[in-house]
């Protein structure tokens, strides 16, 4: 089966632009590129949609086990390279900074239920990996946070938010560890339970009129906590992250547009394929990556300026993130039980312009809806075998 068989491409094409989005972010650093396109609140929804999907499939070891299977030994591969450069680099002789040598630290990589530590030359390496263990906390939350959407419907969506302002009224101290996944269960946890709605259908059966009100005052508000705390970069105000994210996550959620023209569209479908195909891979290494853009520009003794200098930054990171995914890709493959492949199938089959939410609705359409049905539920089976990824985020001043 290709990575792209029996997927959403709508689906696709958001983890795809945001992961591109997490890339120029991390280059230049433009504040007002998260509020375009907030893509940890975007990646988070659709990782919850698809969990939910899982779940109601499959029994929750399954579940936590096949996504461990897929996000884990990218990770492992990550480590083996990074972990003795970080060694052999000097981090057991570091004094302070933000993760001190020490071998308990170390299961991190293994097990990410904390953020896997480095050494402070190599920040640009570990500082994305926050990620994995707030992904890893979503997932063991999901059973939990699912039977209570199905209690309360929309009120869950309560939960998180005021755990935030919990939070911020308190300004209560957790350990480390705790108090990392905390802050992004508070953040986040709204996105990733509206990909719940999404997933259940409710989101689309929200009235229009509704949706466009309600996302127009929480973008309001967070502009406001955004001027209070004198930022207007999402990454650095929580409250303004949450509100905002989730603003944007029920607009582009509840819009289902038709996606027959990415087919026609050849290069970009397969760059939207291939995208979704390598997408840890892409994330893990794309800020080491861009990290190294500076001695390379150095020693080609390219020194331009202005525009024609960052598009030469622009193209040279994506190059160099090239070359990571063709180096490490290949663990993707052995994760996800595909063959192995140096550059993924861009083979995708004709896109579905449904959701499988949309299931019960084309259920009543005779026997038109039925054969719709049943390549729903067997592209719903080929999608606990396909590549349904989590998004992108860092530390303040870094996501």
């Known amino acids: ?37 907030p893509a940890m609140g975007i990646m988070f929804a659709l990782a919850g949609s698809l969990t939910a999907a899982s779940l109601e ?34 981090w057991p002789a570091e004094t302070g900074g933000e993760h001190p040598f020490s071998l308990p630290s170390l299961l991190f990589w293994i097990v990410p239920l904390g953020d896997p530590p480095g050494s ?94 309600v996302a127009p005052i929480l973008a309001a508000a967070a502009l406001w906590r955004g001027h209070d705390a004198g930022s207007w970069d999402l990454n650095e105000v929580p409250e303004m992250q949450a509100l905002w994210s989730f603003a944007f996550v ?21 760059a939207v394929t291939v995208v979704n195909a390598r997408a840890v891979t892409i994330y893990l290494w794309h800020n080491a990556a861009i990290a190294a853009i500076w001695p390379v520009l150095a020693f080609l003794g390219i020194e331009w300026g202005g525009l024609p200098g960052a598009l030469v930054e622009l193209l040279l990171t994506f190059v160099l993130v090239l070359m990571t995914m063709l180096a490490f890709g290949w663990a993707e493959d052995l994760a996800a039980r595909r063959p192995v492949r140096l550059w993924p199938d861009t083979a995708v089959p004709a896109a579905r312009d449904f959701s499988p939410a949309q299931v019960g609705h084309l259920s009543s359409g005779g026997a038109t809806g039925r054969r719709a049905v049943s390549e729903v539920r067997t592209s719903m089976k080929e999608e606990d075998h396909d590549d349904h990824r989590p998004g992108l985020r860092g530390p303040p001043g870094t996501r």
């Open 250 to 270: 029920l607009i582009v959620l509840r819009w289902r547009p038709r996606m027959d023209w990415l087919a026609r569209t050849v290069p970009l479908d397969r």
């Open 120 to 213: 402070e030359a190599a920040a640009d390496v570990w500082v994305p990996l926050w990620y994995i263990r707030a992904y890893l906390w979503f997932v063991l939350l999901s059973p939990l946070l699912l039977m209570l959407w199905r209690r309360v419907g929309w009120a869950t969506l309560g939960l998180p938010f005021l755990v935030l302002a919990g939070l911020g009224l308190s300004e209560v101290t957790l350990p480390a560890v705790v108090d990392a996944t905390v802050w992004d269960f508070a953040t986040f946890g709204a996105c990733w339970i509206a990909g719940f709605a999404h997933h259940d259908g409710r989101l689309a059966r929200v009235e229009p009129w509704i949706a466009y009100t």
């Open 57 to 90: 499939r499959r029994g929750v070891v399954k579940v936590v086990r096949s996504r461990l299977r897929r996000l884990l030994p990218p990770l492992w591969l990550m480590g083996l390279v990074a972990v003795p450069l970080m060694i052999v680099g000097g």
């Open 1 to 37: 089966m290709s990575p792209g068989a029996g997927r959403d491409r709508y689906l696709d094409l958001l983890r795809a632009a945001a992961i591109i989005r997490v890339i120029v972010y991390h280059l230049y650093g433009w504040p007002w590129l998260p509020m375009l396109l």
